[in-house]
């Protein structure tokens, strides 16, 4: 039966192999499951950038459209409200949006009128009988003449009669693209009618294209993608990013983060989609932003490869960190357990003192005025003694949490012990204690927080009431100390201020004394056991003299008493106060 006996080896040969054995387990299944995640990301991927370049298509190609409308209703309301003079009208069109060009009217008669020359007839508007298609030659003229010349070839050719009396028939505007010479073009053309209904014949306009590549559609594009910021992956333009391309596949724009200044590598793309209603030709991809993108699945091979040969010694170390932190965990439920047993009778008490004495008044049995003084000064006692414990679970909270804020104003701090003593020093002799207060004449203004440097006080004393025995003495004093001794209150030479708090009490061993100003510790031996409180006093006076810049330190032997010393520096500059998270 001895086999069966667990000794401290076979336990941890035990624990050893239940950690390996489930991690080979682990790491075989591991490799199958990535295979299967991959190929699963691979095709949410490649869906995901299909959709995405189509969307993004779509609102461009929206966008555009809408301005084109915009366009084509400005030509119909300066029909509508005066007599359509084509040269100057088209000509003011044209400056007005600077994404068209050759701004046209074809008339009736089959003459045409661009805005780009005085017109003989009116004055202004170039006119052009469209009786013939003329012959282009790429090599001809001036950039702008070829330009003109092509327009109005491509007019010729679209708008033939059929085309032209549909169009006269119709109140939409209506698209045209194709690609001449290895150049595209994209021409929005519809019917024109006056007030009356005279018919001016057809009018439209030609994309600007050098215009719409270089300025107009970055910034159609960048409002399609915040447009449907929503409907792409939150790090969009991290990992992923668009790029778009013309009928040559030169490089046109690219979508970037603010600070990001790289161009991605477009030839690895993993969708694409052809602007094929406004620009043909010109495509939108989307490609990887992050060069090492289309390298992520063999670095994530490599990485999960070390992983697995790391998951044996991270198991071992999880278990010994785990079992580390229950054995944490258990000192904390112990401590918040003695808390709150303490808390609820520190609660209890006083509004037990105070309801007794309250419905004693209410119900007038009081024998005369003098007891009838008493009872109030006992419920003013408890209602105080019930502020000051709230006041330090308050404290701790916002500590803990680090919403505590500190407003120094430089102050004297003989005035601070004062205000306390004289609060608090009636309530201390009623039980018996003599206070003693020694406050130097010397001693110079610092920055402090009045509030918070009171309640330090305060909890000092009333720490050292608990503790009293049948030696019932509390000793203040507040000194100012030149030079540097040592601590973190050194202030070059120009020294601090001490407030010491001294009692007659029991007393605190060695071993205790730096413990005490943790929170929730108590020393829990002796008599100990019927001194109630938070635990919290010491550990929020520890944080508020830190605060301040300062230290706190005790000077305690058993049976003796204690004497707490806080030392505050002497400064010129308030100290930060500690910041909100």
Known sequence: MRIFQFTRKRYLLLATLGILLPTVFLAGLSVQLQREMFGFQSRILNEYARFSVDYAVSEVQDLIRAREREVHMHYRMAALLQAFDAGPELRRIQDTYPMIDHAFLMRPDRTVVFADEPDEGSGSGVVRQATAVPTIDPTMGSLLNLAREHAEDVLLRVLDGETYAHLLGSSDSHFFRAEDFGSPWHMTAFGLFGANGETYGVAGFFLKLPFVREKFLASVLEEAIEAAEGRFSPGFGRDLTFVVHDHRDELVYVHRRPGESFTPKTADYLSEA??????????????YNNPKGPRYQRNIWLSNTLLLLLMGTTAVLGILLSMRFMLRQMELSNLKSHFVSNITHELKTPLAAIRLYTETLQQRRVRDRDQEK????????????????????????????????????????????????????????????????????????????????????????????????????????????????????RQNGTGFVRISVRDRGMGIPPAEQKKVFEAFYRIEKGLEHDVKGSGLGLAVVKHVVEAHGGDIEVDSRPGVGSRFSIRLPVREHPPESPALT
């Open 274 to 287: 052809e602007l094929w209603d406004v620009l043909p030709g010109w495509s939108v991809r989307l490609v």
């Open 374 to 489: 008493k009872f109030l000064g006992i419920i003013n006692k408890e209602s105080v003694r019930l502020t000051h414990l709230i006041n330090n679970i308050l404290d701790f909270s916002r500590i803990e949490q680090g919403r505590k804020r500190y407003t120094y104003v430089k102050t004297s701090v003989g005035e601070v012990v004062r205000e306390v003593v004289d609060a608090y020093g009636f309530q201390l002799r009623n039980k018996g204690f003599d206070l003693r207060t020694e406050i130097a004449t010397d001693v110079p203004p610092v920055w402090v927080d009045r509030d918070a440097l009171s309640q330090a006080v305060l909890n000092l004393v009333d720490n050292g009431v608990k503790y009293s025995r049948e030696r019932k003495e509390i000793e203040i004093r507040v000194a100012h100390e030149n030079g540097a001794s040592g601590g973190r209150s």
